[in-house]
């Protein structure tokens, strides 16, 4: 079935360290985004890709980086963690501005201690 | 002001109840989205609507251009809709602005 999916589902890491969200989409979209959301709060775009080698940053600033080397993954890194970066992570993908929508993965949260 | 403002933005139903949740937005827009967030944080599509009317199972959704305004419905209501509701616009190049959402409870 197609999907999108996003590891780990939760991640509890310390101060300092370099960590890696993986994305993964089996649908073929060309469009991926990546939403951040706090507890009780709207989602904001942080990062967007429309295609393989193409990275855009979102509406709010991020210190997290992406790539996309291909067209079904999508990962998200950070260098350097910080308790400030604890939050829940988003993807998704869309095939086309008047397609049949977006598709989300189930997230992934975040806690930086 | 925010580019989008959903009402309202806590609703408490009884089960069987017909549930509306309204959107109106400022952005030029080429498409809107209502989503489903479940506690657990994942988020469903549940619609994407450009002009009038929409249904699936006991979920109506209705966009006015002109005016700017969507509507999410949901007939016959039931605890397992409990949920934060979102309303999404779609500017251009597919990016999504998104409402504060609605949490909405269904009591048995």
């Known amino acids: 079935e197609a999907d999108i999916y996003q590891t780990p589902r939760y991640l509890v890491i310390g101060t300092g360290k370099k960590i890696t969200l993986e994305c993964s989409q089996t649908?073929?979209?060309?469009?991926m985004y990546w939403y951040q959301q706090d507890p009780g709060m709207e989602l904001h775009l942080i990062h967007y890709?429309?295609?393989?080698?193409?990275?855009e940053k979102g509406d709010l600033s991020s210190e997290s980086t992406v790539s996309r080397i291909r067209t079904e993954h999508f990962p998200l890194t950070l260098e350097s963690a910080r308790p400030s970066h604890t939050s829940q992570y988003l993807c998704?993908?869309?095939?086309?501005?008047?397609?049949?929508?977006?598709?989300f993965g189930s997230g992934t949260r975040l806690t930086v201690v | 002001k925010n580019e989008v403002e959903q009402s309202p933005q806590n609703l408490t139903a009884q089960e069987g109840e017909f549930i509306t949740i309204n959107c109106s937005y400022s952005?030029?827009?080429?498409?809107l989205h209502w989503l489903q967030q479940h506690p657990g944080g994942g988020i469903v599509s549940l619609f994407m609507?450009?002009?009038g009317k929409k249904k699936h199972g006991r979920l109506i959704a209705t966009i006015n251009i002109q005016e700017k305004h969507s509507s999410l419905h949901i007939t016959a209501s039931h605890p397992r809709d409990s949920a934060v509701y979102i309303c999404?616009?779609?500017?251009?190049?597919?990016?999504?602005?998104f409402g504060e959402g609605t949490q909405l409870t269904v009591n048995p």
């Open positions: 998704a993908s869309s095939e086309s501005e008047r397609g049949n929508g977006y598709t």
């Open positions: 649908m073929g979209h060309d469009k």
């Open positions: 890709s429309y295609g393989v080698n193409s990275t």
């Open positions: 952005v030029g827009i080429s498409a």
């Open positions: 609507l450009s002009s």
């Open positions: 999404a616009p779609q500017t251009s190049g597919s990016r999504l602005t």
